[in-house]
């Protein structure tokens, strides 16, 4: 969820002629009876698709190029007021106060009656969305976004911690097609710059009839099916631009589910969604996040087309145990603000490809006096001074002490594997301290890697480079060239991960290393979209390598396993292979990223080559395996996963590439890894594998109409899996310790989640596990994880 916070994206308004040529229009809306500023006041200048907002404070800019106009400045629930201007100066002011005109109707509350008039508008509202979205062929828009997050730690009072902002260009096109772009974004000095990524996206569509929110496929309340999930109540009649506006109460019919409560406002003849303010049930939750509000303002354009001009969205966060350098108490609110609409004009050709949003190579540049010109809602005064004061005290030297802590705060990661660049341990190397960099922006498309440190127990110099040189951005192909000279690990089924702590503290390493030297070069490009095709050729000196050290916090030495031997020797070898994944992809300044995605679907397939008759080598084989990792939801029952493999070989495969399936950490729960082989590895030159997981999250309990278990916060998950693992027509077998699995070893369990939420966002949770093959490794195995 914190990823959807951090996933805004917008822009600034295509330029509208030389910058001599444009006035700036500025103000302040308030009420005519109060005197008060009115927040979110829709401005419109007639016969254009320009739009902009007042801010929190009441304050709104325009810029216009000279020239005579009208505009109309409209809210839910005031009179409208047009005022034609004629703009000549380099900056004109223009405060407006509008009148309020509400109309209330008695509220009505009638569950069983078909004909109720709430039940009656909703349905009209939700043919009215069909309609509009199949007249509409394509569109585009530019809009700005900022996120802010306040420190709350102090009851009394309230300090902004952050600010980001981004302005962006976006294009729709029917049926499914998105794309925006990043043309600049800034943040407060606290955090560096480009380091925060906001986008607009799609997730939090209204046209839409199920809402992706994180994990949840939340019924949209104008979805086809909306009435089976909502109950809707005619509240009260209100004005806009001189129209009737109904006011709808949107009530979920079961709470427990994951569905949104709050109102809407649908325009009166025409059936147009005009706002949508709700919050969500029960049914939703997120570990540590609380309070959730989402709203959408939507605008007439060209007399036809009701299109949102403002996304809002604001929560609360509790961090239960402190994390470093963040409050322990924080809230947010992140609020866009979308203009210049442009109806079916055709959007150029190439514009929709694998990457659904761009970072611009200039982003990041442009100064202040530029993004004052292009920003079209400005900031309050609050958000103003807060920039002031945390860009003041950011360029402060930082003192020794801070230094420090930051260092302190840093350590737990190095341990854990997130610098393992920097610091890592294993039987083998011991413990390994290094230097690294990357230099991406010195060349266009070119990007160096470099590492460099000892391993101190192995006693080895360890050195490596990594260059990659991109030639078509949008193809996604390159050259790139890999080195080096030091300790590597042998390949393995499931997901590895980084054993450091685990081997520090109890000598739990289930893996196996080598000594390598030598290169790497390949050639990849894009196929087809969402796909690859890799070709790469390998040449190493290959050694076994001893282990090196026993060394371990708390483990008494019965944890600690020999590194078994390897074929030494010269290998060369060629590899081909070709990926499919159906996650979205960013572009960050030249930086393909891969974007997180509740559902999707990743096959891998790969051919490896080794023959002594066309290269010299040692080796002599042929390795090729396909590869599934998918997530999908399971109606209304979760989420499952499944990851599977199956490798097969011809040839002598030395153990180096042999297919080994690995115990894992014993400690710790591994999704796509087996539970139960307590300390023993399966390999083979054939394997086949697969491994389930599905979270119910608390349906089974939320269901059960058991007074007892239905509030139970606890999260259900279940997982099981398979292997099979031989060498089949071997002749070489280094180690004779080498487990193999001819018969399939299989296991089950379940786990339950969300035990320790006074943790957060440190959320423990339990899984339990039982073999059902007759191997001698564990029966029966417990372990936990930790979910954030």
Known sequence: MLSMFLLLILAANPGQGMANDLVTLRGMTSSQETGEPISRVTIRVEGTGISTLSNDDGDYRLRLLRGEYAIRFSHVGYYSETVTLNLQDSVSVRHVKLRPAVHMIEGMKVYNRAYDPAQAIIAEAIRRKRDILEQLHDYSFDAHTR??????????????FMIAESQITAYWERPDKFKEIITARRQTANFEAGSVILGIGESLNFNRNRIELGEYAIVSPTARDAMNHYNYYLLDTLMLDGRMIFRLEIEPKNPKEPLFVGFVHIADSTFDVVEVDVGVTEGVSFPFISDLKYSQQYAEFEDEFWMPIEIRYSGSVDLKVPVPMLPTRLSFYAVTSLYSYDFDKGVKKGTFDDFVFEVAEDADDVDSATWAERQKVPLTQRELDAYRRIDSVENQPEPLGKKILTGLALAPLLATGVGERFFHFNRVEGAYVGVAASLRRLVPRFQFDWRSGYAIDGAYWQHGFTTRYRFHDRRRQNVSLEYHDGIVRRPTITPSFEPTFLALTYGFDPYDYYLEKGFTASLSSKLIKKSMLRISYSDYLQYSAPVATDYNFLGDGENLRDNPAIVDGKYRSVTVQLSYDSRPLGMNKGRTLVMSAERYLRLNFSLEYADPDLLRNDHDFRRYWVRLRARFRLGSLGFSSIFAHAGSSDGELPPQRQY?????????????????????????????FIYIDHDFDKLPFERSGLPLLENIPFRLSVHGGLFWTEWRNQSVLVDDTIREARTAYSEIGFGLANLTPFLGPFNMALHFTWQLSSYDTSRFHMNWSIQL
């Not at 999704?671 to 390999?683: A, K, W």
């Open 147 to 160: 996120l802010v997050v306040n420190d709350e730690t102090d009851a009394d009072s309230s300090t902004v």
């Open 660 to 688: 080994t399936v690995d115990y894992g950490s014993d400690v710790w729960y591994r999704s796509n890894g087996l539970n139960t082989l307590n300390g023993h590895n399966f390999s083979g030159n054939r394997a086949t």
